[in-house]
């Protein structure tokens, strides 16, 4: 009997370099154009070429959080895909697959690692199977997954003929019919699709025209193959069509600077924060809401110690101006930033943060770089280091860093992850116009009566904060040095100054602790008189609400506090609110527990239990929902780590 999904989880996998994320794309377009609301995940190894990539989209006629771990329908057009995958399959869900791929030995599939081939054939010689794709495909439909092998050589072939082109050409539009292959089990209308590769290809009618095609023949295919029946799931459009947006994360970091008036970006290409700055670079005009344009500037240094530093220049002249980089970038940005914060320059740094140390995964996720971003650079200077939970915050908190780094005169850290970095979703339009730009104190030059001939730009004031000369202004001339420095910017060793300007500096983050509101440090979620509380921070923001959406439903209350805010920390709001946690949870994407340690040295609390993943894939909703259960039980050890073998 089929049954309209109100939460529908899809999953696509094939060598990177074979249409995996323009396939996820149409599909996701397909999706919103309809308008359904959807949650997208990207995973992909860390080469440009081969390897295995896989894209998750969940659908909803609902706003969704987060990813699901199981799928109910795994499109694959390659043993590869099928063999890592056939396990994350729910019950009654469907596999399509290659016929050309159904009965693949196993060891000749490359790119498998020795620990998943390991556990294929325990788990295959366990049930008297074959060690191949056959194999997994009877075992599959044991699972009472329903299976579909498709002839994607045969569609191809068709289009081939039909439109005189080559095979080569043809076989492109293997990933599309593999998406409308999928569009069709689920009764999804093509239509759909054909407005999403109007999205996709722009003014490309050939492109377009040919693919289309493709998703005629597939859909055919499918109709004529199995009755309606032999696939219960059915994805219905959604009942509302307002405007939305269907973005990523680096997308929604750019997009965010531009509303602020960044006009100066730097980068070192690095993963995961190099598509902020391509797509800033693809979007370098754009028309503002007064009718005028406006523009940025993205120059690519040589280095990440030259990105940093040409940021800072920038940032003196008076343009908004910031750097993006990722965890081995910003450790190199190291002694830049220390020269930033001597000098006091208005500098937004946006770190991706991704598998560590060294190298580590550059295309997996982590929470591991909490504690440098707070420490980084020898010696003692202020910066304020914030980080975002979801995509709407990665805007708003992309906007908000410009200001916070002009209102105080410092470094400004935003911190985000890959999982949000590669996170796309559908969200309503960003509300450009409720950003206000505040540039804090410039200085005013003096008129003829009171020019004297100096200029104090390192004035200790009581706040810390004293009026800023643009580079190049009139009567604003000033030192600029790495050295300590005089109120003018000379070099100096005299302690009593030295004192004075350690002092200067350190009111500045004593200000901002004081003027910052409290929505900008933390967010409660949830019952705020519930015991249970979990504290988190980043990504992880969107699996916690789910877990506790599915607690409420066992009638399990809880609270969630999101610290949005890093450093200086907000011990004197977050106290009062840890007074009455009992448990208090702590959940990161790290291995060690970095905010739970901050928590512990700023408010004297320690976690009741640390709730932990770090094998470089997000959390989902499912996985802290049952490590939530286990708390509340008290059957948990107090350190949970939350495992998954076949992301």
């Known amino acids: 009997m089929a049954t309209q999904q109100s939460d529908f989880a899809w999953r696509i996998g094939g060598p990177q370099g074979s249409g995996v994320d323009t396939a996820a794309g149409l599909f996701a377009r397909a999706c919103a154009i309809g308008g359904l609301h959807l949650f997208g995940r990207r995973e992909y190894y860390s080469n440009i070429m081969g390897r295995h990539s896989y894209y998750d989209i969940r659908v909803a006629q609902q706003a969704l959080t987060c990813h699901r771990e199981v799928v109910d329908l795994l499109i694959t057009f390659e043993a590869e895909s099928l063999a890592r995958h056939a396990f994350s399959i729910v019950e009654g869900g469907g596999l399509v697959y290659n016929v050309d791929d159904g009965d693949t030995p196993l060891e000749r599939i490359p790119f498998l690692d020795e620990r998943i081939r390991a556990e294929l054939k325990a788990s295959l010689e366990g049930h008297n199977l074959p060690y191949s794709t056959a194999g997994l495909l009877t075992e599959a439909r044991r699972r009472g997954v329903r299976t579909f092998a498709i002839p994607f050589a045969q569609i191809t072939h068709t289009l081939a003929r039909e439109l005189e082109v080559s095979q080569s050409v043809a076989d492109r539009t293997l990933n599309i019919a593999a998406v409308a292959v999928s569009c069709a089990l689920l009764h999804y209308e093509p239509a759909y699709l054909a407005k999403g590769l109007a999205k996709l290809f722009p003014g490309r009618s050939r492109v377009i025209a040919m693919n289309m095609r493709a998703v005629d023949l597939a859909y055919a295919f499918v109709r004529d193959t199995w009755p309606a029946q032999d696939f219960p799931y059915r994805l219905v459009p959604g009942g509302t069509h307002e405007p939305r947006l269907l973005v990523n994360g680096n997308q929604a970091v750019a997009l965010g600077k531009l509303a602020a008036g960044m006009t100066f970006q730097t980068y070192y290409p690095i993963s995961p924060a190099t598509d902020e700055s391509t797509y800033l670079e693809a979007h370098e005009t754009f028309p503002t ?264 439903a066992d009638g399990i209350a809880a609270r969630l506090i999101q610290v949005r805010l890093l450093w200086p920390f907000p011990a004197a709001e977050m106290v009062p609110l840890l007074q009455t946690a009992a448990p208090l949870v702590l959940v990161e994407m790290n291995f060690s527990g970095q905010l739970a340690q901050l928590l512990r040295e700023q408010t004297g609390r320690a976690s009741d239990y640390l709730v932990v993943k770090y094998n470089g894939r997000p959390m989902s909703g499912q996985a802290l929902y049952q490590a939530f259960k286990s708390i509340h039980a008290g059957t948990s050890e107090p350190r949970l780590v939350l495992r998954n073998r076949y992301e």
Not at 307 to 318: P, Q, R
Not at 366 to 394: K, N, T
Not at 539 to 545: F, P, T, V
């Open 289 to 552: 809401l007064d009718g005028e344009e406006g523009s940025v500037l993205v120059v690519q240094t040589e280095d990440e110690l030259a990105a940093v530093t040409m940021a800072s220049g920038a940032a003196l002249t008076g343009a908004r101006s910031a750097t993006a980089t990722s965890g081995p970038g910003f450790s190199l940005m190291a002694e830049g930033l220390g020269w930033a914060g001597i000098n006091e320059v208005p500098l937004v740094v946006t770190l991706y943060q991704r598998g560590s140390p060294s190298t580590g995964m550059p295309t997996r996720s982590e929470q591991g770089d909490l504690q440098c971003a707070i420490h980084a650079g020898h010696g003692e200077f202020p910066r304020l280091v914030m980080a975002s939970g979801d995509l709407q915050e990665a805007f708003d908190d992309a906007a908000r860093a410009f200001n916070y780094a002009e209102r105080y005169q410092m470094l400004v850290i935003h911190l985000l992850d890959k999982a949000l970095a590669s996170t796309t979703q559908t969200l309503p339009p960003f509300d450009v116009e409720s950003i206000r730009i505040q540039r804090g104190l410039v200085y005013t030059p003096p008129t003829d009566a009171t020019r004297n001939g100096s200029y104090a730009r390192f004035a200790p004031t009581p706040s810390g904060v004293a009026p800023r000369a643009l580079l190049g202004q009139p009567e604003g001339m000033h030192w600029l040095t790495g050295g300590e420095h005089t109120m003018y910017g000379r070099v100096t060793e005299d302690p009593v100054v030295r004192e004075q300007m350690m002092e200067k500096r350190a009111r500045k983050l004593t200000l901002a602790a004081q003027e910052i509101p409290v929505d900008g440090k933390l967010t409660v979620y949830g019952d705020r008189d519930a015991a249970l509380t979990v504290v988190s921070w980043g990504s992880n923001k969107g699996a916690i609400l789910e877990g506790m959406t599915r607690l409420a």
